[in-house]
């Protein structure tokens, strides 16, 4: 790779363990040893932080070191952002309505690779990294999977030099935080603006007004051509809040906008000037609400209007953003944009954007219908994220056309288009017009998202292969009959630098000694330890490794939640949201029947394991919420029971988030994937753990497909049906008590749930969830029950013999290569936005 950060001129930074040498010229803003990192943080708690020093918190300390390391990223982020405003690079754009980005300085610290100067520094000022790490309050603006893949991809672009552009909401309050309280998730509202954000710059001046609601006009311009404007309801201003993204070892420094909603202070002050003040106040209230707070997906119908609202408001803001940079700073012709952009579209959550560059085009920049179109479409792609039916945005018609007139009317005129040309692609077929229409018939009329981002792409993927397969025969089949060219794959990925370099440094060490350092920014070198599965020495130190790792773990699971765990037990790992599908409740069947089996057998004994859980509820989601309430019901009896403690445990971890997973993933010896086949598009957390060594038991779902090719089919733990099986299944009708009447241990398991054992006899608080399972279950858990069981054995046979399990660890992360993020962003620059690297010269 050129144009390294230690190549920079006045650098020293260097990999691991040079002697820093003092460097008395290096600048305390820009300097990367460890004497100017000193001075820096000096120099913020006084002129920053602005607090003596005998009142100096770890947080403080914190904060003068962000602050530092901002100082540190700001010279790449210029050059990165002149760049690509005035060089040739095409530049892509994420948008995103979630970014999980985690905690932001040891990242930080890892990619300028200024880890080792950073803690002398701190020791210098009596000081502990690591516990000044701690201090960091992650900003949970996302739910799971999805905005922390983007996330990932943020890292990979700016690591690949790909110049590029993340765009999404600034919520002021991210996902909820999750505690637990009587066995029962309880919801906190996350305050991570509370203590101010280091990361970020303010850009006032750089703010675009978005509208709502009202009514269009048809107009004559002077030139007496046709056109239409937008009379809106309400004005909002959205303000920009931008984060450097810097890239590994590279200057690349990329830029992540998140927009925060303000309410127009002209038109508060025109109700000021009425004399209406108590209405200024109100309309600045009413605009701040749409950045401010994040939904939790699996979410039912409530609060729609004002999810549709934040939509809109990110993706317009970001639009204008990007046509403004297009004109004004490259000023470049708008039938250019294509070849100065990609957009990519993360879900159907920023689709809007079809229609909203459709408007700015015709109606503010008045070009004409077709070549917007042409344009539109050369610009956007579209990443689908999900099969589920009930997870497809559409959006009532009445809710759209009072919200965003204009685009209802410029959606009908892309739909007339876009059925003209089914028509003549299927002619006479007025059933698949009815069924491809962007306007949804059934049960009252709606806007479909996905079909609006899918016209209106030239690209189309899912996340896995067998996802992008299915997406193809179900879905969005029409659409790849129409145009089968569009649709593609890109496998979803992982970065080796926050889930690998910076949450599992015993693995680091042990890496870089064995195979060297290269795998950071290029994962298939691990291939390269695949001899080393079969050296007993090499095995041990893996073993100690993982060992440590599980001590780490442990210490936190004991500190939040009094549980203690033995870390030299197998650790059998399940986080990711809690959702039916993902099947939370199949793991603990599991558990149960392990229960019942050493009850009812004094003298049976099984190799002892520590079940761990976590991941948050939609607040709404009543199953879902008793899944948990499952788990930590069956923790508290079998924790307890001394005829059973011995060995097994089973741990609820509150408030899954990333902070958390940095702890979780190095330290689990198996990864539960246990989806039912057809319903997880990807996942990426089964990727983190095979990085780490897990050994993953999984069904043939999502990328888990993928990862059991690579990984070798000895080293993974298969079960259950297969997607066509569960659709054979369930087209011949799914009759869950027939899997219960020829399977008594299945049937005794049940019994336990709603007999009370594991509920001090309350018969009745987990009796829905066994009812969802014997009567409406589209999951099909009973179906895949006993094929789990018998695969658990299986898992557990292979563990008691420490050097075949330990083998198959090696292995997996050895051959994890493929679920780097660093490969799925080289796929999206190569086949989709067609860009290239762009080296950063300081
Ligand atoms: C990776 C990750 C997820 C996604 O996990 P899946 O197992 O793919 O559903 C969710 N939340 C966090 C905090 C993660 O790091």
């Given at each position: 790779m050129t144009d390294v950060v230690s190549s920079a001129p006045g650098d020293v930074a260097d990999?691991?363990?040079?002697v820093s040498r003092?460097?008395?010229?290096?600048?305390?803003?820009?300097?990367?040893?460890a004497d100017a990192l000193h001075r820096a943080i000096a120099d913020h708690l006084a002129y920053?932080?602005?607090?003596?020093?005998?009142?100096?918190?770890p947080e403080h300390y914190y904060r003068a070191l962000a602050l530092a390391v901002r100082d540190r990223m700001q010279q790449r982020w210029m050059a990165t952002t002149q760049d690509l405003l005035h060089g040739p690079a095409k530049v892509t754009c994420y948008l995103s309505a979630?970014?999980?980005?985690?905690?932001?300085l040891g990242n930080n610290l890892l990619n300028l690779r200024i880890e080792r100067q950073a803690r002398e520094a701190l020791a210098a000022l009596g000081q502990d990294l690591d516990a000044i790490l701690e201090c960091e309050e992650e900003p949970?603006?996302?739910?799971g999977g999805l905005g922390r893949l983007a996330a990932c991809y943020l890292d990979s672009m700016a690591t690949l030099q790909r110049p590029s552009i993340g765009y999404g909401i600034r919520y002021e309050f991210g996902i909820f935080d999750q505690e637990i309280q009587d066995g029962w998730q309880v919801e906190k509202t996350d305050n991570w603006l509370v203590a101010g954000n280091p990361w970020e710059i303010d850009k006032p001046d750089a703010s675009y007004l978005v509208n709502w609601g009202g009514r269009t006009e048809q107009y004559e311009d002077v030139a007496g051509n046709h056109r239409v404007r937008w009379i809106p309801r309400r004005v909002i201003k959205g303000v920009s809040y931008d984060t450097p993204i810097q890239g590994y070892g590279v200057n690349t420094c990329n830029t992540l906008t998140l927009w925060s909603a303000r309410s127009v202070s002209s038109f508060a002050l025109d109700a000021f000037n009425t004399g209406d003040f108590y209405k200024a106040v109100e309309d600045e209230v009413l605009s701040e609400k749409i950045s401010k707070v994040l939904y939790p997906n699996?979410?039912?119908?409530?609060g729609k209007r004002l999810r549709l609202q934040q939509q809109y408001f990110f993706v317009s803001s970001s639009l204008q953003d990007i046509l403004r940079i297009h004109t004004?700073?490259?000023?470049?012709?708008?039938?250019?944009l294509p070849d100065k952009w990609a957009i990519q579209l993360?879900?159907?959550?920023?689709?809007?954007a079809v229609a909203e560059l459709m408007r700015l085009l015709i109606?503010?920049?008045?070009?004409g219908w077709d070549e917007a179109w042409d344009i539109t479409v050369a610009t956007f792609a579209y990443t689908n994220h999900t099969l589920l039916p009930e997870a497809l945005e559409t959006w009532p018609l009445g809710i759209f056309g009072d919200s965003l007139p204009r685009h209802l009317e410029i959606i009908y005129e892309i739909n007339d288009r876009f059925l003209e040309e089914v028509r003549d692609k299927f002619p006479g077929d007025t059933e698949r017009e009815r069924r491809m229409s962007?306007?949804?018939?059934?049960g009252g009329k709606s806007v479909r998202m996905a079909h609006l981002a899918t016209v209106g792409s030239h690209a189309v993927n899912g996340v896995a292969a067998l996802h992008s397969e299915l997406l193809k025969a179900s879905v969005l089949k029409d659409f790849y009959e129409m145009w089968p060219e569009r649709f593609g794959n890109v496998t979803n990925g992982v970065t080796p630098r926050r889930f690998l370099a910076l949450s599992n440094p015993g693995l680091r060490t042990l890496l870089d000694e064995t195979v060297?350092?290269?795998?950071?920014?290029?994962?298939?070198?691990?291939?390269?330890?695949?001899?080393?599965?079969?050296d007993p020495a090499f095995r041990e130190r893996w073993r100690d490794m993982k060992r440590a790792n599980k001590s780490r773990l442990a210490e936190y699971v004991h500190a939040s939640t009094g549980i203690e765990l033995d870390p030299t037990w197998m650790f059998d790992v399940q986080v990711k949201r809690i959702h039916e599908y993902k099947r939370q409740h199949l793991n603990v069947l599991h558990i149960i029947t392990l229960y019942n089996r050493l009850k009812r057998n004094p003298g049976f004994a099984i190799a002892p394991r520590a079940f761990i859980f976590g991941g948050k509820a939609a607040p709404g989601y009543f199953i879902a919420k008793r899944m948990i309430r499952l788990i930590t019901a069956v923790g508290a009896t079998v924790n307890n029971d001394p005829d059973v403690n011995r060995f097994m445990r089973v741990v609820f971890l509150p408030n899954f988030n990333v902070k958390n997973a940095h702890l979780i993933y190095p330290a689990a010896n198996l990864s539960e994937q246990?989806?039912?086949?057809?319903?997880?598009?990807?996942?990426?957390g089964n990727m983190k753990f095979m990085i780490n060594g897990a050994l993953t038991i999984g069904t043939l779902d999502g990328a888990n497909v993928e990862i059991r090719e690579e990984a070798g089919p000895d080293n993974f733990f298969l079960f259950g049906l297969t997607v066509d099986e569960v659709e054979q299944l369930k087209a011949d009708g799914y009759r869950p008590t027939a899997f219960v009447e020829r399977d008594p241990e299945l049937a005794e398991v049940l019994e336990l749930i709603v007999d009370g054992t594991f509920t001090?006899?309350?018969?009745?608080?987990?009796r829905p969830l066994v009812d969802n399972l014997l009567?409406?279950?589209?999951?099909l858990v009973l179906a895949d029950y006993r094929s789990y069981v018998d695969c658990q054995a299986r898992v557990s046979a292979a563990w008691q013999d420490s050097d075949t399990w330990s083998r198959m660890s090696i292995l997996n992360a050895a051959r994890s290569?493929?679920?780097?993020s660093d490969r799925a962003i080289a796929e999206y620059s190569d086949e989709i936005w067609h860009v290239g690297a762009m080296p950063v010269t300081l």
């Open positions: 990999r691991d363990g040079g003092a460097q008395p010229h290096e600048h305390s803003r820009t300097g990367l040893s920053s932080i602005a607090r003596p020093p005998s009142v100096l918190t979630e970014f999980l980005m985690g905690p932001q949970g603006l996302g739910n699996d979410e039912p119908e409530a004004e700073r490259a000023r470049l012709p708008l039938s250019a993360n879900d159907t959550h920023p689709s809007i109606d503010e920049h008045h070009m962007l306007i949804g018939e059934d060297g350092d290269g795998w950071l920014t290029d994962l298939d070198q691990l291939r390269r330890l695949e001899p080393y599965a079969e246990i989806s039912t086949a057809g319903k997880e598009a990807s996942g990426t001090h006899g309350d018969t009745e608080v987990l009567h409406h279950d589209p999951f290569g493929k679920f780097s």
